[in-house]
Antibody, heavy 119, light 110 residues
Framework: EVQVVQSGTEVKKPGSTVQISCKVSGYIFTEYFVHWVYQAPGKGLEWMGLIDPADGATMYTARFQGRVTISADTSKETIYLEFNSVTSEDTAVYYC????????????WGQGTLVTVSS | DIVMTQSPLSLPVTPGEPASITCRSSQSLLHSNGYNYLDWYVQKPGQSPKLLIYLASDRASGVPDRFSGSGSGTNFTLKISRVEAEDVGIYYCMQALQMWTFGQGTKVEV
């Protein structure tokens, strides 16, 4: 059974660096891409980017390109999402979700990590 | 970028009655392999999103058969044959053909 467990809530000041993590299990780590999805308070889902853990290749949507970095640690079977310098617009819940090969479905989703940016 | 447009954005439903949500894409989601890369997800109150339908019409494991997906190209539909109270939530379509983009979401409420 595939399982996805994300790190806990973060409260940060503007300009801080934030790293959240996503531990996956139940499949061969390097065989599934992993995606991150952004959800601002009371808003819809927005795709941020993904990583291929096999080679570390990443892809980001324009809004998040250059502002966040997705990385993977194969020894820990963990994916990371790091923000360079957070602003209030980064206050959101972030979801990690593996992509099943071939049919590209995103399943299952992690429980989400709330990041609150406040001075 | 492919833009996904859902309608309606709010859908009042009555338990036992059918319901449907439409999703339109700005470009065809039909791949040369014959598959439409369109998924449906539901986010129930206070929960993470969950996969319902993938490749436009394949029901995910454990999803009740009252949920069905149809469509091809740029027009897709999610149908609930008989709504149950537990179906309340926000339903999103998502395309996976070029990058990944979600629709705005449709709030289903009893």
């Amino acid at each position: 059974e595939v399982q996805v467990v994300q790190s806990g809530t973060e409260v940060k000041k503007p300009g801080s660096t934030v790293q959240i993590s996503c531990k996956v299990s139940g499949y061969i780590f390097t065989e599934y891409f992993v995606h991150w999805v952004y959800q601002a308070p009371g808003k819809g889902l927005e795709w941020m980017g993904l990583i291929d853990p096999a080679d570390g290749a990443t892809m980001y949507t324009a809004r998040f390109q250059g502002r966040v970095t997705i990385s993977a640690d194969t020894s820990k079977e963990t994916i990371y999402l790091e923000f360079n310098s957070v602003t209030s617009e980064d206050t959101a819940v972030y979801y990690c979700v593996p992509e099943v090969p071939y049919d590209l479905r995103l399943d299952p989703w992690g429980q989400g990590t709330l990041v609150t940016v406040s001075s | 970028d492919i833009v996904m447009t859902q309608s309606p954005l709010s859908l009042p439903v009555t338990p036992g009655e059918p319901a449907s949500i439409t999703c339109r894409s700005s470009q065809s989601l039909l791949h040369s392999n014959g598959y439409n890369y369109l998924d449906w997800y539901v986010q129930k109150p206070g929960q993470s999103p969950k996969l319902l339908i993938y490749l436009a019409s394949d029901r995910a494991s454990g999803v009740p058969d009252r949920f069905s997906g149809s469509g091809s190209g740029t027009n897709f539909t999610l149908k609930i044959s008989r709504v149950e109270a537990e179906d309340v939530g926000i339903y999103y379509c998502m395309q996976a053909l070029q990058m990944w983009t979600f629709g705005q979401g449709t709030k289903v409420e009893v």
